[in-house]
């Protein structure tokens, strides 16, 4: 019994890890309706950016401004040049032109920083907390302190997106972008201000991950683990990318570990998507996503 | 508008290329070239293995540079270039295509699913595959395989002599009875490939081995990990490549299983590997079958020729890494062959089918290594018709926290079991293709 709860609980906090990318692909998503394919690049561009200030020893909290700062420049950059000129062009044209950046920013980020491997050590032990531990369950403090970030981080994005007059902005321009703009929203400083949010989101994304897998390339592949998150909570929902990382995690946990041995093992990746298959059957726009109605 | 901008652009881009191409041959016209060897390089600097990839290149390509430096292989200058394959197959075999019409020397996929991938082509167009402690183990027998050689040791002797290592550390191979080993593997043709040998053993020597596949990128291995700690095992073995090679380091750290109880198959065995997991990976063990550091004077010679002189492809902290180092012994070998063709064929540029014959011949001794400055780098290595391999023999290193330690001596595999294996491995590879095996003298 222990043992199931020790599972169950490694499972929701590796599901948080998930929810901590899946939330950048819902800001952009949500507020100028693009899929962006480069969540994954920019998590990696963040965290080289990050790890490599530090190794220059420019102190954590200064490295981690500049590196904020960085990503605003990134994401006024991308506005001007890649989205701007694509205002009014259906969607796939500009998700296949987040899939350019994707791999621009995954050049760029080596370009500038090389492509070694960089250890990252923020401070906090991954080792098991030592009274769980004799009590029989092992759980990572760092596993901890990475859910305790995520839901800091949630409760700041739901607080700026209700309580702002900014983020009001953004919900407006989810809603009904011509609405919008019609009472003086400029769409172009909203979606500023979105890849901002989404690439601090990368940065936070970037370092928690960092720590654990070292700052290289791989980084880019965890949007692997965020895709069943964003189709079972929906596409538009932050509090359905949390959910959503619960379940996904919980339950591919519990999948390796009690099917997995009669299948041959190697679950952990299968199960996620499966799970999010069988979702779409039932339920396409996800737990929290909105159906899209549209008139005839 | 649009169109004629393309078009244009195409125009210009079409004229300076056809401006350079006859200024290119007008400089060779002028100056006449030394003869060059061909030897195409499968590299991957890009995607999730780029770590490894890069240094594997970036040592064989500091070892050709030295080569031309010191006036190349019997005035025969080395001509590397790179294919990038991503550590994917189908790019692997597209590499394949692309070089094999430039009289390659031999083909180094650095990718035993890419090797697996090129067997029968490159057998066809009689181009050796040079595979160095990676490939197919069964290749090592040079009477079915003829154009493929897993130089120095496969992953079939390694693996035995894993167990020969687990047996030292407990007290014997009798102490083997009743353990249990799990097998941490990408799942995947190099991770599968040494199931069936553990398996062999496990029934040999009593001990229980379970497999514990990893799938691809291998980026979160926490259930594998709760499985593992459900198994209870003595020791894990760690067969990974890449980002996963670090991620079970931190998870063992997590479920407090000793870092001095995984033993490491050596591409999990580089600084890639275990810097990224810090404190964790302290005590740490990998298997080698080369020195570790930078201390030997080949590759001093190659710090002070090629990159103080600005040469270097590789960034200079990373000389003398784990995989720096593979990279360099793979060029030694790769020369060392080409020089022992032109004992045979003359001194100038060889064919893929006279490298055949160089790479069965190798004889690198104690001698020439020390010759070569690198003794203590690399082992003596022998092959022959019947044995593509060469040598067999592995060490053991230890991560102290900031660098590699060799922890043991040469440790034999067994050998007997691992030859009877291979031979019956590639007779029954013979048997489905139609192959007639080779008499050997």
């Not at chain 1, 370092?207 to 070292?214: A, D, E, F, V």
């Not at chain 1, 189709?231 to 990382?245: H, K, N, Q, T």
């Not at chain 2, 210009?12 to 041959?25: F, K, P």
């Not at chain 2, 070892?63 to 197959?89: A, D, P, Q, S």
Request: proline share 5%.
């Amino acid at each position: 019994m222990l043992f199931f709860l020790e599972v169950i609980l490694s499972g929701l906090l590796a599901g948080v890890m998930y929810s901590l990318v899946a939330i950048g692909f819902v800001l952009i998503l949500k507020a100028s309706g693009v899929f962006n394919f480069a969540q994954g690049a920019m998590v990696l561009f963040a965290a080289l950016t990050f790890v490599c200030l530090l190794e220059k020893a420019i102190p954590f909290w200064a490295a981690f401004f500049i590196t904020l700062a960085v990503m605003i420049v990134l994401a006024v950059a991308i506005e001007r040049i890649v989205l701007r000129p694509l205002v009014a062009k259906p969607p796939i044209i500009l998700f296949m032109a987040t899939i350019g950046l994707a791999f621009f920013l995954e050049g760029l980020g080596q370009g500038i920083w090389g492509a070694d491997v960089h250890g990252l050590n923020i401070g906090i032990p991954d080792d098991p907390f030592e009274w769980l531990m004799n009590k029989g369950i092992l759980i990572s403090q760092f596993d901890l302190v990475a859910a305790f970030i995520a839901a800091i981080l949630v409760t700041v994005l739901v607080l700026f997106f209700h309580k702002t007059a900014t983020g009001t902005a953004l919900m407006a321009v989810s809603d009904d972008p011509e609405a919008a703009q019609s009472v003086g929203i400029s769409l172009r400083w909203i979606w500023v201000i979105t890849w901002s949010i989404s690439g601090f989101v990368a940065l936070v994304a970037g370092i928690m991950w960092g720590t654990r897998l070292g700052v290289q390339y791989s980084l880019s592949l965890i949007v692997l683990k965020a895709l069943p998150v964003l189709i079972l909570g929906g596409f538009e929902s932050i509090a359905g990318a949390i959910i959503a990382g619960l379940i996904i995690g919980a339950s591919e946990k519990l999948a390796d570990v009690y099917i997995g041995p009669y299948v041959g093992g190697g679950l952990e990746n299968f199960f996620p998507y499966f799970l999010a298959m069988v979702f779409l059957c039932f339920r396409p726009y996800g737990l929290f996503g909105r159906e899209a109605i549209e008139r005839v | 508008m649009g169109r004629k901008l393309i078009f244009g652009l195409f125009a210009m881009v079409l004229v300076a290329s056809m401006v350079v191409v006859s200024g290119q041959a007008l400089a060779a016209e002028k100056k006449k070239e030394p003869p060059k060897q061909y030897i195409p390089l499968f590299a991957y600097r890009t995607g999730p293995f780029q770590a490894g990839g890069s240094g594997q290149a970036g040592g064989n390509e500091d070892w050709y540079t030295l080569v031309n430096i010191k006036g190349g292989l019997n005035g025969v200058m080395i001509e590397f270039e790179e294919c990038e394959t991503g550590y994917n197959t189908a790019r692997g075999v597209e590499c394949y295509e692309r070089v094999k019409s430039k009289n390659p020397v031999h083909i180094q996929p650095w990718s035993t699913a890419v090797a697996y991938a090129l067997i029968e082509r490159a057998t066809k167009d009689k181009i050796p595959l040079s595979t160095i402690g990676y490939g197919r183990a069964d290749a090592s027998d040079g009477t079915v395989f003829k154009y493929v050689f897993p130089l120095v040791t496969n992953y079939w002797s390694l693996s035995t002599a894993k167990i020969r290592y687990i047996a030292q550390v407990e007290g014997g191979l009798e102490k083997l009875k009743g353990l249990k080993i799990a097998n941490l593997h990408l799942d995947h043709p190099y991770g599968r490939e040494t199931r069936f040998i553990l398996e062999i053993m496990a029934k040999k020597f009593g001990f229980e081995v379970k497999h514990f596949p990893v799938p691809w990128p291998g980026i979160d291995q926490k259930s594998i990990f709760l499985n593992i700690r459900r198994f209870k095992p003595d020791w894990i073995i760690n067969r990974n490549w890449g980002v996963s090679c670090t991620v079970p380091i931190r998870e063992a750290a997590r479920i407090g299983f000793p870092r001095d109880r995984m033993l490491a198959v050596w591409w999990c065995g580089s600084e890639e590997d275990v810097m990224p997991a810090g404190p964790a990976a302290k005590g740490y063990l990998a298997t080698s079958f080369h020195g570790v550091g930078k201390d030997f004077p080949v590759i001093q010679e190659i710090l002070e020729k090629v990159h103080h002189t600005g040469k270097g492809n590789i960034s200079y902290g990373r000389v003398g890494s784990a995989l720096y180092n593979k990279g360099i012994i793979q060029g030694i070998l790769t020369t060392e062959a080409i020089l022992t063709a032109q004992k045979k064929f003359g001194n100038r540029p060889i064919t893929g089918e006279e490298m055949q014959y160089g790479l069965e011949n190798l004889n690198i001794t104690k001698e020439r290594i020390k010759e070569l400055g690198a003794e203590g780098l690399m082992p003596p290595v022998k092959t022959s018709c019947r044995n593509h391999e060469g040598f067999d023999l592995m060490l053991v290193q230890q991560w102290d926290g900031n660098k590699w330690v060799q922890v043991s001596g040469w440790i034999e595999p067994f050998k007997d079991l691992v030859r009877a294996e291979i031979e019956k491995s590639a007779g029954k590879y013979a048997k489905e293709k139609g192959i007639t095996p080779r008499k050997c003298e």
